[in-house]
């Protein structure tokens, strides 16, 4: 085993919930070396603001991330992002992540923090105002809708659950479905239908969004007829489903059918030595609060797990 190249434990991915376990792991004197597929911060860094972080009144998403990088590398933590996993090798004493520039590197123990993505419609102009009236989060961004008019895209429970959520803020919320009946619970299908505030487009979809560096409107289609009309709109709420990044962990670790990892309360999966954190882990609620708390917990078990690994080892009589 090559010790350059061995931690106490690899952390795979730098959102909050990666960077939070760096930061405990490091700071009980673990070598640790977070690895991380895209940019430090994770799907923080779309965000421009957060408001709901406690502690800090108003932060930009960049920002956060910067902070909690700096924290990990003070007390040790290595990182290395924009890197890519070529081979994870999880069962065994010793864990091995190879990357496609051909390092290797190895561990005591693995911590999963990969997140995911919410499923985006693919239409064009998405990408470009995602923050700017695009949202895929209505406690992240309900807020800066106050007396604004807003869609909601979807019909499973998440779509109309936040679309009554966000009446709170909004002036008048239209929910557009691609069919003619939700797919949801039948309280929540009435509570969205008695609300005033709210409107409903069946039948149809988002062909396209307007506007440069804020949304400004949307080409709605009529999937019965075919025909797109251009709406003016202040923002649009996406709720079609949500992807975790786990398709490199498939056959490796248990997932549930919805490809989520599946952790106890230690945040331990199924392998021992392998542990998970954050919005790649099957639950309901995906916040940086819950991706942070997620962290600190998988870190603490890790951090226990090589403990003992560690004593277990010294008891080991030496070969002779
Ligand atoms: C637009 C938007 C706005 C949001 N606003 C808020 C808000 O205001 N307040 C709030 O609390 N929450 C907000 N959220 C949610 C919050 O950002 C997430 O819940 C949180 O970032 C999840 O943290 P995580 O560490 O689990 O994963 P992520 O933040 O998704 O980070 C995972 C990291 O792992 C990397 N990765 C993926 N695959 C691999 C791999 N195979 N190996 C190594 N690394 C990998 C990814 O590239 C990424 O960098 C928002 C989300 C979005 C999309």
Not at 231 to 253: A, S
Request: with cysteine; net charge negative; aromatic share 8%.
């Amino acid at each position: 085993m090559d010790t350059q190249n061995h931690y106490d434990a690899i952390v795979l991915g730098a959102g909050p919930a990666g960077l939070t376990a760096g930061i405990y792991l490091s700071r009980a004197r673990l070598r640790t070396l977070i690895l991380s597929e895209g940019t430090v911060g994770g799907q923080m860094v779309l965000t421009h603001e957060i408001a709901n972080y406690p502690g800090v009144e108003s932060v930009s998403g960049y920002q956060l991330s910067v902070i909690m990088r700096n924290q990990a590398k003070k007390f040790g933590c290595e990182i290395r992002a924009n890197i890519s996993v070529e081979k994870l090798t999880l069962d065994g004493l010793v864990k091995e992540v190879i990357l496609s520039d051909g390092s290797i590197f190895t561990a005591d123990a693995v911590i999963l923090s990969p997140g995911g993505r919410s499923r985006t419609l693919g239409v064009s102009g998405e990408e470009k105002p995602k923050g700017k009236g695009i949202s895929y989060c209505a406690t992240c961004d309900g807020d800066f809708f106050t007396n604004k008019e807003i869609m909601v895209v979807g019909g499973g429970n998440s779509a109309l659950e936040e679309a009554v959520s966000l009446t709170k803020y909004a002036s008048k919320v239209t929910i557009v479905h691609q069919f003619d009946n939700f797919q949801a619970f039948e309280f929540a299908i009435r509570e969205a239908q008695n609300h005033p505030k709210i409107n409903f487009m069946m039948e149809s979809t988002i062909s396209a969004f307007h506007g440069n560096e804020k949304i400004e409107g949307v080409g709605i289609t009529d999937l019965k007829t075919g025909n797109t009309q251009n709406h003016p709109i202040d923002g649009v709420f996406i709720f079609i489903g949500y992807v975790p990044n786990t398709e490199f962990l498939e056959g490796k670790i248990e997932l549930n059918r919805w490809k989520e990892i599946i952790a106890d309360p230690d945040m331990q999966t199924n392998v021992p030595g392998i542990f998970a954190a954050g919005d790649s882990i099957a639950k309901r609620y995906r916040q940086v609060t819950t991706a942070v708390a997620d962290g600190t917990i998988a870190a603490l078990a890790a951090s226990r797990y090589i403990h003992e690994l560690n004593k277990d080892k010294k008891l080991q009589p030496e070969k002779s």
